[in-house]
């Protein structure tokens, strides 16, 4: 078989694709195949920004006897059976044995061409679906959690460059989040944000304090010159926000 893409926004209520098979994943839906060694994204949550397609890695193995055409796994939230994808692409089947199939997947989201909505932000369930060709199909729910969050981004700015030590340097910055429905990206105001230094010739960054953004998701905080080297704002995410860290900057200390 050749690889499929198929193309359609799911989440938030729109039809689904494969609509001969059960749109609420519980167990086997149809029975006839089996499904296992699921993996999305390699467990890492689904990060996305507002502009760029985004593709998500997917494997899994299916068993059955019956004639097939379009095996895919998916994610899917709540008891309407949403689903949350925007293109799929899987590939031929990769034998195991007979009746047994491995398959790469990819599922891409693209915020760019494809209406989201923030509150797809957070968690989603795996399911995984496959059509007969003599009619019917089967569905099932894998029992993983896949996370899809809202990228996020950080500035930053220390001064004076360059810098007597001993005397104090202002870092600033701001953290912000994109904003899937106006495609921009906007304040994320009260994050909990690590400012991180790394000296000349060190090869890793040391937290040296943790700032609240304010209401603007402006940061802004002062520390003591005592060596040259590089600042910047570090941010861990959350369950709906993906983590980031800002570009680097370099104050000589004299």
């Known amino acids: 078989m ?37 993996q999305v994204n390699g467990g890492k949550p689904i990060v996305i920004g507002v502009s760029n397609e ?13 004639n097939w055409k379009w095996p895919a796994v998916f994610l899917y939230r709540g008891s309407a059976g949403d689903r949350l994808w925007h293109a799929v692409e899987t590939s031929d089947c990769i034998e195991v044995s007979s009746g047994v199939c491995d398959f790469n997947e990819t599922m891409y989201f693209d915020p760019s061409e494809w209406e989201m909505h923030n509150s797809e932000a957070g968690a989603w369930k795996v399911a ?20 899809v969050k809202r990228n996020s981004r950080l500035s930053v700015n220390a001064s004076p460059e360059p810098v007597t030590e001993g005397r104090t340097i202002t870092v600033t910055g701001k953290v912000t989040r994109a904003n899937w429905e106006t495609k921009k990206y906007v304040s994320y105001e009260g994050r909990l944000v ?7 010739g060190a090869t890793s960054y040391t937290t040296v304090k943790k700032v609240y953004a304010n209401g603007s998701g402006g940061l802004k905080t002062t520390v003591e010159a005592s060596k040259t080297g590089t600042w910047r704002w570090a941010y861990n995410g959350n369950t709906t926000t993906g983590p980031s860290t800002s570009a680097g900057d370099n104050v000589v200390v004299e």
Do not use: C, I
Not at 54 to 66: D, L, Q
């Open 128 to 147: 995984a679906e496959v059509y007969f060709r003599d009619g019917g199909g089967d569905t099932d729910d894998e029992g993983l959690t896949a996370y």
């Open 194 to 200: 690590s400012l991180q230094f790394k000296p000349t």
């Open 54 to 66: 985004v593709a998500v890695p997917t494997s899994f193995r299916m068993a059955t006897t019956h």
């Open 2 to 38: 050749g690889k499929k893409l198929w193309r359609a926004v799911v989440a938030g209520g729109a039809a689904a694709v494969f609509t001969g098979v059960a749109a609420v994943p519980a167990g086997a839906a149809e029975g006839g195949a089996s499904f296992t060694r699921v």
